[in-house]
């Protein structure tokens, strides 16, 4: 190989991780323990039928589906300005990824609860204890460890759409890429350096989901008779 | 103790319960018998409120209950002192044996941890799980499971436990461990109300049988006269079909 291009990948790859681990990771994870509280707040108010509560919920979770999160992002950090909010870069797009995740994610968690067996409310309820007591203790916590693995599989999608955040001025990893992309001319080598990174970045976190996955199964959330 | 007064109740325009009476004193033991579909279950679950029933009075331990106005502290209240033991278990899936039984302890009496668990232990240890506390219920068989169920009922020290077909889900060999749990319980002086299909134990654990057909009592009184001079004729030809088949459903 070109010693050059070489050298390039080498020299590149601090620059690269770097920003990759101080905006794009925390970006991607603020964003996600957002997300993860909007997401079992809107989840419960669907699953509880939350008169009202429900209605902006079923919005909130229309609009957000049904509209690119590119444009999300245009939206928030320029598109505000006209009100004159003026957001942080890293800011505007916290809001944004919580909102969107958020939503995707309630989706989730709402199917994960409507599996849970109403045998357990019931029996919680017989117990003494109050419905949000039984939903705190037992029913959302199964019905979050039968989401997990979906919920892990978001969180690496959004690990990879943080990029689109580069539009909005956020300085994290393909930002810093097509900087240097555009100083040396070397496309190929920068996009496939940065796509590797990204890579390195989904495969830890795949290995992550296991553990959890191995934790969370010491109890299994099937009825067994 | 407990009294219930023309309990009714309608799924739609089906009318499951047409005006119940019950009555439980302290330390009875009631087999509530009847076909499938009759509303033995639905009768248990509203009298604990997991049903909402359409009219109907109930007084327990000094309390007036209207089934069809009571608040959420009423049916909380009313919880707090009884104990429900399911058909299906109905463990917390989340939680080990040990948990099951501590749960409505700490979290809903705020009792403190250690207290909780030597209850716990105690409870388990009088069905005789003291050496499963920290298995999951489906690292448990299903009358270990029931067990754990009835170790988390009589954990809270109740008034009385209302029991639902406890052992129908189980294999015959398994029905004897939580029929003989049960038993015991029973010779303790717990008030119990039992739905079950085990002619066994309403003739010879239980002091009252109430048998119930089409949502209403055909005929209720103690266990010894129901089973050998029932007044009604329906009553006959039940023990009739009963003796020929040993059980029903
Ligand atoms: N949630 C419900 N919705 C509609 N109908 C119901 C519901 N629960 C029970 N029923 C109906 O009410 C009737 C009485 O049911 P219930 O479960 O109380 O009977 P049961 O005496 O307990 O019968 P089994 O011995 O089979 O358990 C049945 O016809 C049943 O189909
Ligand atoms: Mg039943």
Known sequence: MDTRILELLIDSFPKLLIPGLTMTIPLTVVSFCFAMVIAVVVAMVQFAHVRFLQQICRFYIWFVRGTPLLVQL????????????????????VIVFSLNEGAYAAEAIRGALE?????????????????????????LPQALRTAFPSLMNSLISMLKDTSLASTITVAEMFMATQRIAGRTFEYMPLYLEVAFIYLLFSTIMTKLQRIGEKKLGAYQTKEVG | ?????????????????????????????????????SGKTTL????????KADGGTMTFDGETYHFNRATKKQMNAMRRKTGFVFQSYNLFLNKTALQNVTEGLIVARKMPKPQAEEIGRKALERVGLSDRCGYYPHQLSGGQQQRVAIARAIATNPDIIFFDEPTSALDPELTGEVLSVMR????????????????????????????????VVVEAGPSKEFFQAPKQERTRAFLRMIEQHGIYN
């Open chain 1, 74 to 93: 245009f939206v928030v950090f320029y598109g505000l300005t006209d009100f004159n909010i003026i957001l942080e870069p890293f800011v505007a797009a």
């Open chain 1, 115 to 139: 599996s849970v067996p109403a045998g357990q409310m019931e029996a919680g309820y017989c117990v003494g204890m109050t419905y949000l007591q039984t939903m705190r203790r037992i029913v």
């Open chain 2, 1 to 37: 103790m407990l009294e219930v007064h023309g309990i009714k109740k309608a799924f739609g325009s089906l009318e499951v319960l047409k005006g119940v009476d019950l009555e439980v004193h302290k330390g009875d033991v009631v087999a509530i018998l009847g076909p499938s579909g």
């Open chain 2, 44 to 51: 248990l679950r509203c009298i604990n409120f997991l049903e």
């Open chain 2, 184 to 215: 015991q319980l029973a010779n303790d002086g717990m008030t119990m109300l039992v739905v079950t299909h085990e002619m066994g134990f309403a003739r010879n654990v239980s002091n009252q049988v109430v048998f119930m057909e089409g949502g």
